[in-house]
């Protein structure tokens, strides 16, 4: 069972307030800017931090809010709204999928390492499972952690990590077994400092510029079985059991980013005039604008259901894939249809709808792609 679902609406309201506020002021006149260089400065996290953004459900033992997952969705939500696509990525990574591992898998020493400096910003989280030959099948991983006592030699290689520039911890999956398949995958808790450890390139993508999405190397990097996260040989089992979550806030993400992108286009097409009327006057675009409204209003409905049961501890695998699946590539259909409501200037990189257009495509491949989750969805249904 996770926190209840409910919270104060004054309290949710001024904390969206305060969010809102942190991102017009100290992000949105950056923003461009962080884009065209690359990245966002490693000072951001600490600020997040300082306002309090941060892993807000990690219980109060270990400086977080010890509320409920339902604010967490609130800031990945506005984030997403705002049109910051590579933000809201980083920060649902660190927020909602590695402290939730080192909360729930993690040893008391691991929780008390590695999740107060997450909540400030003071440590930042990457998760290592993507290789080169090895994307949504995690079974095809190679990077190989060789026992040698209470010792572990890693090397190995993961590649589209988010956060990888930044990070101070990963999550990271191995293979300490090679024969054993799925049974032979442990996960680990890795320090960045630790010798062995190597940053690769910061990686050119088509969309989310500023986000730090790298590749990485373990030559001979030794861990200790203190550092077994979940467990020896029960990697993949974990994996599969934090994935729900995962796929939920990357549904709630899609909504937000799919409801700011729908903004932009209003006002755009409301002000915006042809053959002597404004383009949000022909029935066209007013037709378009209700198919987009009830396209993301179902998908927001369906988050806000599947939410709750996350938080009541009933949220299935294949439900989590059903939002993931729906919300991104409704997200894809949205930004497509608004940037032809700009028309030329859509195509513009001045204009942040071509940002978000850009930013939309890769939900349907991160986080298990739509044809992934096609296949989880289906073996539901038949066995």
Request: glycine share 10%.
């Amino acid at each position: 069972m996770n926190q209840p679902f409910s919270l104060d609406p004054q309290e949710k309201r001024l904390f969206v307030d305060n969010l809102q506020r942190f991102l017009k002021d100290e992000v949105a006149p950056h923003y461009e800017a962080w884009e065209k260089a690359g990245i966002w400065p490693r000072s951001l996290w600490r600020r997040f931090g300082e306002q309090g953004f941060l892993c807000v459900d990690v219980p109060e033992a270990y400086g977080g809010y010890g509320v409920s997952f339902e604010l967490s969705c609130l800031v990945v939500d506005e984030v997403s709204k705002f049109g910051f696509g590579a933000l809201a990525s980083g920060l649902s990574v660190h927020s909602d999928i590695v402290a939730p591992y080192i909360l729930n898998l993690g040893s008391e020493a691991q929780k008390e390492k590695y999740l107060p400096g997450m909540v400030t910003g003071e440590i930042v989280g990457a998760i290592g499972m993507t290789e080169p030959s090895a994307g949504s099948d995690l079974q095809r991983i190679k990077t190989h952690a060789a026992r040698d006592g209470d010792q572990f030699k890693i090397n190995g290689q993961k590649t589209f990590i988010t956060n990888g520039q930044h990070c101070d911890l990963i999550v990271l999956a191995t293979k300490t077994d090679p024969n054993q398949g799925a049974k032979g995958m442990t996960l680990f808790t890795v320090d960045c400092a630790s010798a062995g450890f190597n940053r690769g390139r910061n990686l050119d993508k088509m969309g989310l510029h500023s986000g730090d999405t790298s590749e990485l190397f373990f030559d001979d990097l030794i861990v200790t079985t203190a550092d077994i996260l979940g467990g020896e040989g029960q990697g993949f089992v974990n994996m599969m059991k934090e994935l729900p979550r995962e796929r939920l806030i990357l549904g709630v993400g899609c909504v937000g980013a799919a409801q700011g992108a729908f903004d932009l286009t209003v006002a755009y097409i409301t002000e915006r005039q042809a053959f002597g009327q404004a383009v949000s006057d022909f029935q066209n675009s007013r037709y378009k604008l209700a198919e987009m409204k009830t396209d993301i209003e179902l998908c927001r409905a369906m988050a806000e259901k599947y939410t709750a049961q996350f938080i009541a501890g009933d949220l299935t695998s294949a439900e989590a894939s059903m939002l993931k699946l729906a919300a991104s590539e409704m997200q894809g259909r949205v930004a497509d249809q608004c940037v032809q409501m700009f028309g030329g200037y859509g195509y513009m990189t001045e204009y942040p709808i071509s940002r978000a257009y850009l930013d939309a495509r890769i939900q349907r491949i991160y986080g298990g792609t739509s044809e992934i989750m096609k296949e989880l969805i289906s073996r539901s249904i038949v066995n």
